[in-house]
């Protein structure tokens, strides 16, 4: 399966637990004076939150792919492609709570290498 955020690819499947868990419709409601209701429902575009999991005994990134991930997610204001599968989605780094890369070190050492690997989250929202 095809797994790529910007110019990373990924060669292990990570795995993307929200995947359907974002309503494609919005709706609203509203009291009258009168005491009826009334509804606005219509499609969402953009603001899907995306979360990435790396899990530990499963699938895991690199060192390497960790610092690039973390030097995009730096670009204030810049927008990559999230390609899962045959779906590609505009995204950006989600800042919102808590930094956007959060990884942990499988074995943790003090001079960390480009093979090491890490598990952890990687939290993105479409534009």
């Not at 492609?81 to 959060?102: N, Y």
Request: some cysteine.
């Amino acid at each position: 399966m095809n797994f790529v955020i910007g110019s990373v690819v990924f060669d292990r499947p990570l795995v993307w637990p929200n995947r359907e868990d974002w309503p494609e419709l919005g709706q609203s409601r509203e009291r009258t004076v009168g005491g009826g209701q009334v509804v606005f429902t219509g499609p969402l575009a953009g603001g899907r939150p995306i979360v990435i999991e790396a899990r530990r005994r499963r699938c895991w990134v690199t060192q390497s792919q960790v610092d690039a991930l973390k030097a995009m997610a730096r670009q204030a204001g810049a927008t990559f492609t999230f390609e899962f599968g045959l779906e590609a989605f505009d995204i950006e780094f989600d800042h919102s709570d808590g930094p956007a890369v959060r990884m942990t070190a499988a074995v943790p050492r003090t001079e960390p290498a480009g093979t090491d690997i890490y598990f952890g989250t990687i939290h993105m929202r479409t534009v």
